[in-house]
């Protein structure tokens, strides 16, 4: 009976989704664009080309709005927590909402990844009848970091178990 009140965390990951530009890449960006729109702005006004500032000013806005969202979308993440005897995958909208959670038996939980190169897979969490895709935001590099920490992780757990 006291094994199975046993916590210990044998592994866990928080998986963000990826962004290629960080924030202060983003205010160089626009700093680089906005200069330089004002400069065509200058030229496209002086050839009596007007209305070309407006919608150069409307593609900054878009552009702008674009990455906020992309942004905002960047708080969306999965947890997995592998324990002795569960293990469990959650995941988090942009508000930081739970909106999934998934439980497994650690000790009949296998983890498959088919490594490709042309078409990156994602990671599937398969125990006994449920099966869950884990890390899809990953790249094809870091899930392959990943999965043999994983599976490595449900091992020692498991063979804690006996």
């Not at 919608?55 to 947890?79: C, D, H, P, V, W």
């Not at 490594?115 to 449920?130: F, Y």
């Not at 490595?152 to 006996?162: D, H, P, Y």
């Amino acid at each position: 009976f006291m094994g199975m009140l046993d916590n210990t965390q044998y592994f866990y990951a928080t998986i963000y989704p990826y962004r290629s530009l960080s924030q202060d890449g983003f205010r160089v960006l626009l700093i680089v664009l906005l200069c330089m729109f004002c400069v065509l702005g200058v030229l496209f006004l002086v050839s009596g080309a007007w209305p070309v500032v407006g919608l150069m000013g409307l593609e900054l806005i878009a552009l702008y709005i674009g990455f906020k969202i992309s942004y905002a979308q960047a708080n969306a993440r999965e947890t997995l927590e592998v324990q002795r005897h569960r293990t469990q995958l959650k995941r988090y909208d942009r508000k930081g909402q739970e909106i999934a959670s998934f439980e497994f038996e650690t000790a009949w939980l296998t983890v498959e990844h088919l490594e490709t190169k042309d078409d990156p897979q994602p990671i599937k969490l398969k125990s006994r009848s449920q099966v869950q895709e884990f890390a899809k935001e990953l790249s094809a590099a870091e899930r392959a970091d990943l999965v043999p920490a994983l599976r490595s992780a449900v091992a020692r757990a498991t063979s804690a178990v006996k």
